[in-house]
C-alpha cells in the first residue's frame, strides 16, 4: 500500500503531480482544496464557513479540515492507498492523520515535497488566476498571504515526517514529465 503525502507551497503543481501519481499506481486522490470548493460550489455549511478562510488566504481551521478528512475516508477503502494533496498542513493535521492512518491499520508510507522559489510561485498562481476562477489566486497580496502561511504553519510538516525517515525534497521546477520522473526515482528508490 501506497499513503503518500504530496506536500509543498501552493502553485507548486501538487494537484497536477498527484494526477500523474493516481494513475500510475492506482490511488484514490484526496485534496482537501478540491473538497473544500466543492462545499463551496454547493453552499454547504461547511463551505461557507471554509470560503472566509480561503479568500482571505488563510488555512481553514484544523477541526474543520480534520472533520471533512475523515467523512471523505469513512467514504472510501482503496486497497492501494492514497494520495493526500493539500493535507496536511499543520503539524495538528500530521498528528490526526497519522491517528487516521493507525486506526485503519495502515501508515503515510511517503512525504514528497516539490521545492519552488517564491518568485516562481507567485508568477504561476497569477498565471492560473487568469482561468482558475478562484478568488485566492487573483491578487499578488492574498498569494503572499498564502505563502506566508506556508511558511509559518505548513512547512514544519516536513520535518515532522522527516523524523520517520519518510520525507523527500523534489526539484519542482522544469517539464511536467521531467518532475514526475523525479517524484518515480524517488518512489523506486
Ligand atoms: P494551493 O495548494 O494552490 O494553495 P489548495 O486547493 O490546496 O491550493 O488550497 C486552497 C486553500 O484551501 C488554502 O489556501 C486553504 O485556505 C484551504 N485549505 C486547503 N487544504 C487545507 C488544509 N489541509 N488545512 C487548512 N486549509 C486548507
Do not use: W
Not at 492560473?128 to 514544519?156: C, H, L, M
Amino acid at each position: 500500500m501506497i499513503n503518500l503525502i504530496i506536500f509543498g507551497p501552493p502553485g507548486s503543481g501538487k494537484g497536477t503531480q498527484a494526477q500523474k501519481i493516481v494513475e500510475l499506481f492506482d490511488l484514490t486522490h484526496i485534496s482537501t482544496g478540491d473538497l473544500f470548493r466543492y462545499e463551496i460550489g454547493n453552499d454547504t455549511p461547511l463551505g461557507m464557513k471554509a470560503k472566509e478562510y480561503m479568500n482571505k488566504g488563510e488555512l481553514v481551521p484544523d477541526e474543520v479540515t480534520i472533520g471533512m478528512l475523515e467523512n471523505r475516508l469513512n467514504q472510501s477503502n482503496n486497497p492501494n492507498g492514497y494520495i493526500f494533496d493539500g493535507v496536511p498542513r499543520t503539524i495538528a493535521q500530521a498528528e490526526a492523520v497519522n491517528q487516521i492512518m493507525t486506526d485503519r491499520g495502515t501508515e503515510i508510507t511517503h512525504l514528497i515535497a516539490l521545492d519552488v522559489p517564491d518568485d516562481e510561485i507567485v508568477k504561476r498562481l497569477l498565471e492560473r488566476g487568469k482561468t482558475s476562477n478562484r478568488p485566492d489566486d487573483q491578487s499578488e497580496e492574498i498569494i503572499r498571504r498564502r505563502i506566508v502561511e506556508y511558511n509559518a504553519k505548513t512547512s514544519p510538516v516536513f520535518n515532522f515526517y522527516a523524523e520517520s525517515g519518510l520525507s523527500n525534497k523534489i526539484d519542482g521546477v522544469g517539464s511536467l514529465d521531467e518532475i514526475f520522473a523525479r517524484i518515480k526515482d524517488c518512489l523506486e528508490s
